[in-house]
Structures are given as C-alpha cells and as structure tokens.
C-alpha cells in the first residue's frame, strides 16, 4: 500500500491481481518552475534565494526537501545571516541523526505568530506530516547509498529523484490547505525523470538476503522477483557469508544456521556468536550496538574505543549525543538478550582494549589495514582497497588498524574512514587464525628482473610474513614464467618483423576458410589465442629461463612454425607466398599487416597485366600500391582492368611529365613490362 507503488507491475507480479485505489483529500498546489538543473550545480545559493523569495510571497511554514546533512548545515547558516534577528522565523533541520527534542521541534506546529522553514532529507517525503506547512522546496536531489560489489562498501550517491518522489514532496504542501510547491528545475526535466526511483534489492549489500535463502534452503533462481537480485552483489554476499564460516557451497553450515536466528547483519551475528564462544559477549553487545546506530559521538576523531567508554557510562555524554547512546544501550541490552550458554574457548584478561580490534575484525575481515606508511595517513585493507583519513588522527600512531565505517562520496577518489580501531597482528596466531591463508608465491622481482619464489602467510591482500622458498618444482616454476608473459604480453617475447607476417599469412587463411565453410584446418595464432595457450606452446620451452633478459635467447621462430602441423607449412608458402612475381620478372615481397595484402610495385612493372593478383587459391585479391620510378604512391586499387581502362591515361600524363625518360605506352596491356627506364630493344 503505497501513493506512488508500481501497482501494475507488483499486479502481474501475483498474476493479474486487482487493484484498489482510494483517491484521499488533497488540497490542490500550484507548482513554480525552476531554470533548467546543471550538473554539477551547487544548489545552496538558489535554494537560499527560492526560500527567501517564499517567505516573501507566501504564507506559512516552508518545508525545504535538500540531499544530506552537509546542506541542511550550509543552507542553515547562509539563511541566518540573511534573516539576521528576525524573530518571526524559526529555523529547523530534520534528519535521521537529530535526537528527539530537535526532531519533535521541527514536527511541532508553529507558535502562535511564527513560521518555521524546516531543513530536511527525505526523511520527510512519506512518513510524516509537519504542521502548518504550505510551501514545499524541493532541490529535486536525494543521497542514497549504493553498495559496490567490487569492493564490498557502500558509499552514498547524489541523484535526481524520480517523479513520483517529486510528487510525493509535492504533496506535503497540500495536506492542510491549498499550497505552492517550487521545484529547482524546469518542466522539460521533469519529463526526463524516471518514473519510479530503482528499488533497493538492486543497490543494496545482498548478505542478509543471502543468509536468508541460505536457511529456507533455496537460491534466488527458485523465487519468483519482482527486482531480481542482482548477479555480482549475490555473489560477493556468498563470499562474504563463506569467510565468515556460515556458507559451504549452497548450504549454510551450523553456525550459519545460528546467525540466521539472530536479528541482525551476518557480519554482527558472526561477531556475537564467535565473542560468546570467547567469552566477550559483553564487549561485542556494545559493539555491536555501537556499529547499528549512528556515530554517538560525531566529530571526536574516528577511535572506536572512546565511544565505547561513552557507552559503559565511565563518560557522560553531551547534550547532543544523549539520544544516540540510550538508543545504543537499550540495542546493545537487546543483543545481550539473544545470546545464551557459556563460553567454549573463554580467552585471558578479557577486559583487555585489544579485543575490541579483535571483535572487529571477526565483523570485518575484510577491513583489517597495514599502514602504507608510518604515521601516514592511509591504509591498505585486506580486500585490496586503500582508505585514508581526512584529517589528522590519533589512530595514524596505529601501524594496524580495523576500519568499522568507511565510504565515499561522488567526486572522492579514497575511500575516507570514519570509524576504526587499532589491531594487534599477534591475534592472527591464535583467536583469529582463520583468517590467514599460506600461499607459495613465484613472481618476478621488477626491479631486479630475477624470478623471486616465496612462501607467504596472507590475510586477504596483506602480507604478515614471507619466506623464501628453496629447491623449486620445475613445472611451478615454468608456471610462473608463463604467467609473466600472460600479464605483460606477447612482446616480452623476441618477435621480428618476418615473424609478425607469418603470424599475419596464418591469420588471413584461416579468416578465409572460416568465411567460406565455417571451420578451418588453420590455428588461431592470434595474440588473444596465444596468450590463452601458452602453456601448451611456450612452457616447455621455459626451462633455461631464470632471468627477464633470457626471453631474448628463445628461439622464437621456430617455437611458433611449431604450431603448423605438416603439411600446413608447405601450403603456407603456396597459398599465403612471401613474394609475388610480376611481368617484369621482378619477385616483389607482399605485406599481410593489412587485410587484403599490399603489393607495392612500380606501375611500370605490371604493363601487361590484365587482372590483379590473387593468392590463397584464388580467394584473396591483394591491395595494388602503383608506385612511380621513384616508388612514390601514385594510385592504391583492388582493381587493376578498371585503372587500365578508366584512370591510367591522366596517371601516364602526370608521370610523363615528372619522369620523361621513362618509358609511357599508350597502350599498357601490350607493352613490355621493365624495371629499368626503357625496356631492353629486341
């Protein structure tokens, strides 16, 4: 039940459901048009602008729709240097992270003789009504987070509303009376709007749904959607769930079971059952609370650990942040209820402030950070993504970290953290050894050029430790030269000019046959097919190869002319030749680099020539260069009885009179051909 549900597509949805619309009271509102909307357009100052204008034009309160807390705060401050001391104005923000008191005085009708302008995200857009509000404003922009598979983050996107979120702003001026709605673009944009904003199955972390299906024993394919999840979100939430032990396969295993029983996140579930079995159930409550709300202390550096004394009450709180903490508490006592039984593997000193990086590693294996840098402000995560703080922290002290909230927005190249707590890397050797992997490393030292073998122990991306490996297999070995050339390409190879035509003479035959009968006896000797091989090619010719400069001693020719099985090389020169030989008796040598092949020639050479070339049986027209005495280009044709016939009389005129002691006939099809000035005299 919604004012702007996508009613026909959830009716097919249930086959052809019917649909019951109630039209409610609705007061009528006039709409203003803006100039047209530019990307990229700061909005504070025509918003500032649009709201004074309302505040002069119309009566009653104003309800102003901005994007995110940061204009809200902008808007804020330039209204109040406008306005000054004007008494009659009351200014008031709305957002999710206000605490009640500010929430209710902005909901609260106006006093007696006031109007309110209130400052609000879409917050407001559906689920209340503000009191004595007639003006809406509406900068036609939301933030809104979309999560990125490839990184495993959710960072918030600035984007035009749809239209029936337009609509749904627009409504809130007439719930009360008659009013007026001014909207910061034109009427030819709003047109262009989608219709509906996309649903959030298609822009949201997919762990919890994967999790779900996990426990009803079914995959997204089995239902029936009406947003099908999609692919690669699915697919990384099903890692995710598999590091955190919950996923083997399609099948959850026990404790996956268990953290599908609990009413949270899976990175939160795994955190409370794995703390409960270490016996800092009481620590991974209050972290757990602290990472469902809101930042309870914004603005205090990014430590976790100092909210987490504000939490314990060993702090008082600020006025501000009072209703973030009661939330946080009552969430955290709500944890406590669900956990029961003893601990299993209870750890030593469990009041030590290492375990709070300990707890957040269990949610975030992901986000444990090795400092690039020491006392550098930036990091590298475990997932292989780099993050940095803003401004100067006390946690940059911190070689390791693990990052509790990090996040982008649009024009930020980093991801910035926000949240994070120092990490003892020690804690890999015992409550945390899950996570570390060995990994046998062969690669190429770059700076050095020598193959560098090596034994790794891992934590996603990040080394804890290496050690060289001796007496390597041969076949490992060879592997990891043929994994060189597969990432730096073919031309780490001793290719030559003579070798690259071949390659092309191949390449043109067996273009050909697939052509004309759909399959060819040729191979692909393209590049893209001879990096996908090497293995089969190349490897067993790597056994002398220890250093980058040795790849110039392969014998590379006959490595490849290795890959035509008898008798293609012989047809090779038959079909596909080197050199053509042409009425002068010259043998001229033909460049495959383009399709068709070149012959450049000297125009003089083919006098008696009626018809163009052909090679490859015939299939294949070669591309005539018809080049002056001084093997200028003068005419480039696939048709050499049309150049006879229609083009060399202009040709033979301008080549007269630049070459005069060359030999011109009139008619070219019965003079001698030469590859001299004049032909021999009989």
């Known amino acids: ?52 204008e309302a505040l002069n034009d119309e009566t009653g309160s104003v309800l102003v729709f901005l994007p995110g807390q940061a204009e809200i705060r902008r808007v804020h401050q330039q209204l109040a240097d406008a306005l000054g001391d004007n008494p009659q104005v009351l200014l008031c923000p ?42 809406v404003i509406d900068a036609g922009l939301a933030r809104v987070p979309r999560f990125d598979p490839g990184s495993g983050m959710t960072r918030l996107d600035t984007q035009r509303i749809s239209r029936a979120s337009a609509t749904q702003r627009a409504g809130r001026a007439g719930r009360l009376e008659p009013g007026v709605c001014y909207r910061l673009w034109s009427q030819d944009q709003h047109e262009q709007l989608a219709a509906y904003g996309s649903a ?30 999609p692919a690669a979100a699915y697919a990384q939430a099903q890692d995710l769930l598999e590091r955190l032990g919950a996923l083997e396969g399609e099948t959850l295993t026990r404790h996956g079971q ?24 009481d620590m991974a409550c209050d972290v757990a609370a602290l990472l469902g709300e809101r930042d309870i202390l914004r603005g205090a550096g990014a430590d976790l650990h100092s909210r ?12 501000g942040a009072q209703g973030g903490v009661q939330r946080a508490r009552q969430l955290a006592r709500q944890y406590r209820g669900y956990l029961r039984g003893k601990a299993s593997e209870p750890v030593a000193d469990p009041d030590h402030p290492r375990w709070l990086g300990a707890l957040l590693a269990l949610a975030y294996p992901d986000r444990v950070a090795q400092q690039r840098r020491a006392g550098g402000a930036e990091y590298r995560l475990a997932n292989g993504r780099a993050a940095l703080f803003a401004e100067a922290d006390s946690l940059m002290k911190q070689p390791w970290l693990v990052i509790a909230d990090l996040g982008s927005r ?18 890999f050797d015992s409550v945390l050894a899950e996570q570390v992997r060995c990994v046998d490393q062969l690669d190429w ?75 060819s006896e040729w191979p692909d000797v393209s590049d893209a097919a001879l990096l996908k091989s090497l293995e089969h090619w190349l490897m067993p010719y790597l056994g002398k190869v220890s250093r980058l400069s040795h790849f110039a001693n392969l014998d590379l020719s006959s490595i490849v002319h290795n890959l035509l099985p008898w008798p293609l090389p012989q047809r090779l020169d038959e079909l596909a030749p080197h050199h053509l030989s042409v009425p002068s008796g010259s043998s001229i040598r033909l460049d495959y680099s383009e399709q068709p092949p070149i012959l450049a020639v000297r125009l003089q050479e083919l006098f008696g020539l009626a018809e163009t070339p052909r090679i490859a049986g015939g299939r294949q027209v070669v591309k005539l260069h018809l080049l002056s005495p001084a093997r200028r280009p003068v005419q480039v044709t696939q048709d050499l009885a049309n150049f006879w016939r229609s083009t060399y009389a202009e040709v033979k005129k301008d080549l007269k009179g630049r070459y005069p002691k060359h030999y011109w006939p009139d008619d070219p099809l019965v003079a001698e051909a030469t590859a001299r000035i004049k032909p021999r005299k009989s």
């Open 1 to 52: 039940m919604s004012a702007t549900l996508e009613g026909e597509r959830l009716a097919g949805l249930l086959e052809d459901a019917p649909i019951l619309r109630s039209e409610g009271r609705m007061y009528p509102v006039a709409m203003r048009w803006g100039r047209p909307f530019q990307a990229g357009e700061f909005i504070e100052p025509r918003l500032v602008q649009t709201i004074l």
């Open 94 to 135: 709305l957002h999710g992270e206000l605490d009640l008191a500010a929430q209710r005085a902005a909901i609260d009708p106006a006093p007696p003789g006031k109007r309110k302008v209130v400052l609000a995200t879409n917050i407001a857009e559906t689920s209340l009504t503000i009191d004595g509000v007639r003006v």
């Open 200 to 229: 959030e199955i298609l822009s949201a972390d997919l762990a919890g749904l994967a999790l779900q299906l996990g426990s009803w024993g079914v995959t997204p394919g089995q239902l029936v959607w009406l947003d099908v999840p």
């Open 258 to 281: 268990a953290m599908a029983e609990l009413p949270a996140h899976p990175r939160i579930a795994h955190l409370l059952l794995r703390a409960q079995a270490l016996g800092l159930a």
């Open 308 to 319: 987490l004394v504000l939490l314990s009450g060993e702090e008082r709180a600020a006025r």
């Open 410 to 427: 649009q024009g930020q190249r980093e991801e910035r953290i926000y949240l994070a707590a120092d990490f003892d890397p020690a804690l």
């Open 445 to 519: 030292d770059e700076r050095e050029g020598v193959l560098r073998a090596e034994r790794q122990r891992k934590v996603g991306e990040l080394i804890l430790s290496r050690e060289p490996l001796t007496g390597l297999d041969e076949t490992a070995r060879s592997q990891a030269l043929v994994n060189l050339v597969r990432r730096k390409g073919l031309e780490l190879l001793p290719w030559t000019p003579e070798l690259r035509q071949w390659q092309a003479r191949v390449a043109l035959l067996r273009q050909l046959d697939l052509a004309g009968k759909g399959d």
